[in-house]
């Protein structure tokens, strides 16, 4: 696992400026699916928090690249930014 983190974050580093507009745009549907998800389950506080979470999580590594952080901290924070919304998404449709 740590190889294939490893050898992702090499790529990511070599072409973040090519990597970075296609992680924001991936990243953000990817959210806006979960939100989705998140509504089509109503809108009570338990929904408003899993939403709040995932807006967050999303604009942490929109951010993250507005504010040139260094590649290995937006790249951590894109792998929380999609597990976070994947998870929430798979919980959302049990």
């Known amino acids: 696992m740590k190889k294939l983190?490893?050898?992702?974050?090499?790529?990511?580093?070599?072409?973040?400026?090519?990597y970075s507009p296609m992680a924001i745009i991936g990243?953000?549907?990817?959210g806006a699916v979960a939100a989705m998800f998140i509504l089509m389950n109503g809108n009570s506080?338990?929904?408003?928090?899993?939403?709040?979470?995932?807006?967050i999580v999303c604009m942490f590594y929109n951010g993250a690249i507005l504010a040139q952080q260094k590649p290995k901290v937006s790249f951590n924070i894109l792998i929380i930014s999609v597990l976070s919304s994947l998870f929430i998404t798979i919980l959302n449709l049990i």
């Open 5 to 18: 983190y490893q050898s992702w974050l090499i790529q990511y580093e070599k072409g973040i400026m090519g």
């Open 27 to 30: 990243q953000s549907c990817l």
């Open 45 to 55: 506080m338990l929904q408003m928090t899993e939403l709040f979470i995932v807006t």
